[in-house]
Nanobody, 122 residues
Framework: QVQLVESGGGLVQAGDSLRLSCVAS????????MGWFRQAPGKEREFIAR????????DYADSVKGRFTISRDNAKNAVYLHMNSLKPEDTAVYYC???????????????WGQGTQVTVSS
């Protein structure tokens, strides 16, 4: 079983950048395909990005494509979400997730971090 801890969230202004980090413990991160989801108040959980266990494939939601980049460093047991050109609508709690399946479906990720808050002011 793997434990995930996110960091890097905060309060920023529209147009700013942030990098979220997710560090795994308990098992090697290279065992898992990884992803990021977010959830804003009153809204459903939303897929943001996923990356295959080798890092060779990545996929993004249309809402963040071209602005966000997912990456991973298996040697450091970490996955990252680089967020550029942030918008107020990006405000949400961001979750790091792990699965043995390369998927966009939240229910197929058994491992979730506690989340990190990102707030973008206009």
């Amino acid at each position: 079983q793997v434990q995930l801890v996110e960091s890097g969230g905060g309060l920023v202004q529209a147009g700013d950048s942030l990098r979220l980090s997710c560090v795994a413990s308990g098992r090697a991160l290279s065992t898992y395909d990884m992803g990021w989801f977010r959830q804003a108040p009153g809204k459903e959980r939303e897929f943001i990005a996923r990356i295959s266990r080798s890092g060779g494939s990545a996929d993004y939601a249309d809402s963040v494509k071209g602005r966000f980049t997912i990456s991973r460093d298996n040697a450091k047991n970490a996955v990252y979400l680089h967020m550029n050109s942030l918008k107020p609508e990006d405000t949400a709690v961001y979750y790091c997730v792990a699965a043995i399946t390369y998927t966009r479906q939240a229910e197929r990720y058994p491992y979730w971090g506690q989340g990190t808050q990102v707030t973008v002011s206009s």
